[in-house]
């Protein structure tokens, strides 16, 4: 069909080839496509890789898990227990702490509720800088200021989690349907009212859907942070390494791999019944 | 009388229940028990204020001596990041179409999901350990991390994605009489292949992010000065990676964003 209209000698028709993007869409489609080429290739040939570690590292995966083989299941008892329990305090309370922190930044940051143009970008350079920095960043940074241990930990993941709490809430009330709001407005009410019983029921949902999707995140991050010192987990997973006991690390992988599910299917079963 | 029943009508529509208050008391009181549990007290606090100054003090002004070092790690960084995206994007298209319930045979989406949920299930710090020891320090180990974490990410994704699509186009294609590969080509991937692109966005802005952390392992990157600066008590040096760090991942989204928008038209 389209060898048709092309070998038809009356140019007219050859215009009205349709075509989905125009040249400028095109060009700067390819233009993407090239650049990620290049940093494909260039990333390739200029990436320091040992090829004989990768040839090795079949036996090396198999090694290790020989390692690990006796699984050393008393350990759990004496050394993982405790941190497992103390990484759940440091996820819970800081996705709490992060809560009381980052909603006053999310109601800054909303352009309908906060109509101060430099608040609403103190509010977003607070969140964007807050996100920016990895969680674990912000444990090394705590473990300078308060001294290793849990409370560095749980400082880290309160304000690796305001950026995030503080950003969804926001955005989730730029999204609100104005009616109740400007009836409240209409009412008289004042702004404390205005959020208690315009913005809050409207919020209540994405809210606390927002409140588990970051303690499910938490609880995976604060597994890791002991590794930089920061209490929790990570530690017993640090100190078994270091001294190369193996059966030990494995103790540790399953239990982080037991509690990651175990939150997730709390999570998941919370969702179901509350939201 | 009649005041009152309209203040009793407000009251109604917004009274907390009982369950709510029960469960801010018990969040109350948890709060205060992990926070002792945990070792959380005031004088720590004010303690960690003084030296919080100290610290802040020490890193400035920002060492500027040291931009090989710094260039290097996070050249290596974005090499990683580059490359675990797209060997993830790669593995995660063929794993992701597996793992939809709705295009194929139950046992073949249950191996699929199976493997997508383990590559989910620990962090890339974790995994980039485990990494470590397989295939030694290095950049390689970073690179295999966020393939993994990729895999975990978008494969999910993707599949969730595949499963929500809808039947009519499928039908019409099968109508024709396509084969399966015809039928994925045409009736499936145009339409998930928007989100697939938005998934992978993220996940090159997630990798970006993570290939400068996967370094304090050993696993390649800007991860490892890093840690090592911080060991050392450089401050100064600590503030300038961490500026350029904050100022990739920062121009890294934007950029992301804007290839969202490019292909999502």
């Not at chain 1, 970051?214 to 100190?239: K, Q």
């Given at each position: 069909?389209?060898?048709?209209?092309?070998?038809?000698?009356?140019?007219?028709?050859?215009?009205?080839?349709?075509?989905?993007?125009?040249?400028?869409?095109?060009?700067?489609?390819?233009?993407?496509?090239?650049?990620?080429?290049?940093?494909?290739?260039?990333?390739?040939?200029?990436?320091?890789?040992?090829?004989?570690?990768?040839?090795?590292?079949?036996?090396?995966?198999?090694?290790?898990?020989?390692?690990?083989?006796?699984?050393?299941?008393?350990?759990?008892?004496?050394?993982?227990?405790?941190?497992?329990?103390?990484?759940?305090?440091?996820?819970?309370?800081?996705?709490?702490?992060?809560?009381?922190?980052?909603?006053?930044?999310?109601?800054?940051?909303?352009?309908?509720?906060?109509?101060?143009?430099?608040?609403?970008?103190?509010?977003?350079?607070?969140?964007?800088?807050?996100?920016?920095?990895?969680?674990?960043?912000?444990?090394?940074?705590?473990?300078?200021?308060?001294?290793?241990?849990?409370?560095?930990?749980?400082?880290?993941?309160?304000?690796?989690?305001?950026?995030?709490?503080?950003?969804?809430?926001?955005?989730?009330?730029?999204?609100?349907?104005?009616?109740?709001?400007?009836?409240?407005?209409?009412?008289?009410?004042?702004?404390?009212?205005?959020?208690?019983?315009?913005?809050?029921?409207?919020?209540?949902?994405?809210?606390?859907?927002?409140?588990?999707?970051?303690?499910?995140?938490?609880?995976?991050?604060?597994?890791?942070?002991?590794?930089?010192?920061?209490?929790?987990?990570?530690?017993?997973?640090?100190?078994s390494l270091n001294l190369f006991q193996w059966g030990r690390v494995a103790v540790v992988l399953i239990a982080i791999f037991a509690i990651v599910i175990v939150i997730e299917v709390v999570v998941t079963q919370v969702r179901r019944r509350v939201l | 009388m009649l005041s009152t029943t309209s203040a009793q009508r407000v009251s109604t529509a917004f009274r907390v229940d009982l369950w709510t208050r029960v469960l801010v008391l018990l969040l109350f009181v948890y709060v205060i028990y992990a926070a002792s549990q945990i070792g959380f007290s005031w004088e720590r606090f004010v303690s960690g204020l003084d030296n919080g100054a100290r610290f802040l003090k020490r890193m400035f002004p920002p060492d500027l001596s040291k931009m090989d070092i710094l260039w290097k790690g996070i050249s290596e960084s974005l090499q990683i990041a580059v490359l675990a995206s797209v060997a993830g994007i790669l593995i995660s298209l063929p794993l992701g179409l597996m793992g939809a319930r709705n295009l194929m045979p139950a046992w073949l989406s249950w191996t699929a999901r199976t493997l997508i949920a383990i590559c989910r299930s620990l962090h890339p710090v974790i995994m980039a350990i485990l990494f470590v020891k397989a295939v030694g320090f290095g950049a390689l180990a970073g690179t295999l991390a966020l393939v993994v974490a990729s895999i975990g990410f978008i494969g999910k994704l993707f599949a969730d994605a595949i499963e929500e699509i809808s039947e009519k186009q499928v039908e019409a294609i099968r109508a024709t009489g396509a084969p399966f590969p015809n039928l994925v080509l045409f009736g499936v991937l145009p339409q998930v292949l928007s989100r697939f692109i938005g998934f992978s966005t993220y996940q090159l802005d997630s990798n970006l992010r993570n290939s400068t952390m996967v370094g304090i392992v050993g696993a390649g990157g800007i991860g490892g000065p890093l840690f090592s600066a911080f060991q050392r008590f450089d401050y100064s040096f600590v503030f300038t990676i961490l500026v350029t760090i904050i100022m990739i991942i920062v121009v890294g989204e934007l950029l992301a964003n804007y290839v969202k928008k490019v292909f999502y038209v």
């Open positions: 069909m389209s060898d048709a209209i092309l070998a038809h000698p009356d140019g007219l028709l050859q215009q009205r080839i349709w075509q989905r993007h125009t040249t400028a869409q095109r060009l700067v489609r390819f233009a993407i496509w090239l650049v990620i080429a290049l940093a494909i290739v260039q990333s390739l040939r200029t990436i320091e890789v040992i090829p004989e570690f990768l040839y090795d590292a079949p036996e090396q995966m198999g090694d290790m898990l020989q390692r690990m083989w006796p699984i050393d299941w008393p350990y759990y008892a004496v050394g993982v227990h405790a941190a497992l329990v103390e990484t759940m305090h440091i996820a819970t309370l800081g996705t709490l702490l992060a809560i009381v922190l980052g909603i006053p930044f999310g109601l800054l940051v909303a352009g309908n509720l906060t109509r101060n143009k430099a608040l609403n970008f103190i509010a977003r350079v607070v969140l964007v800088s807050s996100r920016s920095v990895n969680s674990l960043v912000w444990a090394l940074l705590f473990v300078a200021v308060f001294g290793p241990g849990a409370v560095a930990g749980t400082l880290a993941i309160a304000f690796r989690s305001i950026g995030f709490v503080g950003k969804l809430v926001g955005e989730a009330i730029e999204e609100m349907p104005r009616g109740p709001i400007e009836a409240l407005q209409a009412a008289g009410a004042s702004k404390a009212s205005e959020i208690r019983y315009g913005y809050w029921p409207q919020l209540k949902p994405a809210f606390w859907s927002i409140v588990l999707l970051r303690w499910d995140i938490n609880v995976r991050e604060s597994a890791v942070l002991g590794i930089v010192g920061a209490g929790g987990i990570g530690m017993a997973l640090d100190t | -």
